[in-house]
Structure formats: structure tokens, C-alpha cells
């Protein structure tokens, strides 16, 4: 398969409509900024760690509550900690993700949106790629690999409908991570 070629808006504009379908059902509230901005990441490092290609190519930054991709940062900062309304979304340019992409990112949305953007940030700052990275500098894209192949889980029944699902390493499930983490779900 072709690698596809993603921006950062296009991820958040996918996220930010997906979403929707939650709030109109009352089981997710809007996006926030800072949230968007977490389940950037976690989508990058997933594909980064399942198929050794990265979902967008915007670099993210180490900032002070976690990774940022800065142009996306300035678009929705006014915004403050309030949610992104999808009629503010611009799908004009926005490049539809392919169904394979789209199930990973349904599966990722599934895994993360379920922590609080707090959560999300904490769970960030005590990941090695954020720790080793200074702040202001680019977060790299194969210390995100490296991390997320060697320590990350990832609930194999959350992926079993997707075809690669051979491809994903057995040993990433870690319970105990998954315990810890739990007390930041909303």
C-alpha cells in the first residue's frame, strides 16, 4: 500500500468530525485545543509503531503540556479551553482518509479519547520521547517509533477487525500501565 500523504489539519479535521458523532449522542463532548493536540500524537505514534510510516509529516513539538504542532496550535489558541464546533472546520482542502487510515485513527480515537486533555498531557510527560526531547525542540519521529514499538500496548481487540493485525507485536499489552492510566479517564 502507498503511503498516504496527511497534513496535521487534515488528522485534526478527521478527529474533530468523528467525534461529533459521540456529542450528538451525548456520550463525548467537543474537542478541546489541547486535547486535539494529544490525540495528534497518539495517532502518529501509532502509525509510527504499527506501520513504520508516519500518519502526517508536521513535526511536533515538546511544550510545556505535552506535544504540539504549532500551525494547529495558533489556529485554534483563541479558543482556549473551550471545544471545537466541526462547522468551524474547513474541509475544503481536507484530504478524505482512505478506509485502512480511517480504521486506525477510529481505533486510536477509541484508545485515547476516553482520558481527559490533563490526562492526556500527563501521560505525555512521563513517555521518553517527550522526557529526552528539550522543550521547544522537535519531538522525532523515531524516538516516537523506538518508544511506542518497544513499551506502548496496544489492546489487541481494538485493532482485531483490521487486516495488518498480524503486523502488531504481541507484547505490547502491559496491564499494569493500563491500571495506572485509568484513574485520568474522564
Known sequence: MEPQKYSAQDIANWFVLYNQKFVDEGEAEL?????LQKLLYYAQAT???IKDEALFEDEIYKWEFGPVVPTLYKKYSDL?????????VDTGGTKK???FYEQLLEASYEK???FSAYGLSEKTHSET?????????IISKQAIQEYFKKNVYVDEKLFAEIPCQSE???KWYDASEDSFWE???K
Not at 474537542?31 to 486535547?35: F, Y
Not at 482556549?80 to 468551524?88: K, V
Open 129 to 137: 520521547p517527550w522526557q529526552r526531547t528539550k522543550r521547544n525542540e
Open 47 to 49: 502509525f509510527l509503531a
Open 112 to 114: 485515547y479519547n476516553r
Open 183 to 185: 484513574s485520568y479517564v
Open 97 to 99: 482518509v482512505d478506509d
Open 31 to 35: 474537542i478541546t485545543p489541547l486535547k
Open 80 to 88: 482556549g479551553a473551550r471545544g471545537i464546533e466541526p462547522t468551524s
Open 168 to 170: 502488531f507485536p504481541r
